[in-house]
Nanobody, 124 residues
């Protein structure tokens, strides 16, 4: 199983950016999917999660109202649309899969499969 995150880059504060994560080796139709990030010198933190159907979504308070998670099960992909980016959003962003579950979790230990990460740098 491979998760390939892409779309990171260098942007200015206030800009928007969209990350994508393509999964191969398994279908994500029954998986909850999540995004996490790790800033330099900090622990990895939860950003957002989406249920298998897309009907339930959960955001961290730090990104609520600015980030939007979505999924396309037919394409085995998820996305993270980020608006109004701030310098404190600078981090490596990871996508992850929590297989065969109806629940949403902000705990990284629940996620079995992880992507390699994509770097987002927001300049002030």
């Amino acid at each position: 199983v491979q998760l390939q995150a892409s779309g990171g880059g260098l942007v200015q504060a206030g800009d928007s950016l969209k990350l994508s994560c393509t999964v191969s080796g398994r279908t994500i139709r029954t998986d909850a999917m999540g995004w996490f990030r790790q800033a330099p010198g900090k622990e990895r933190e939860f950003i957002a999660a989406i249920s298998w159907s897309g009907g339930n979504i959960y955001y961290a308070d730090s990104v609520k109202g600015r980030f939007t998670i979505s999924r396309d099960n037919a394409k085995n992909t998820i996305s993270l649309q980020m608006y109004s980016l701030k310098p404190e959003d600078t981090a490596v962003y990871y996508c992850a899969a929590d297989p065969d579950t109806l629940a949403l979790s902000d705990y990284e230990g629940e996620y079995d499969y992880w992507g390699q990460g994509t770097l987002v740098t927001v300049s002030s």
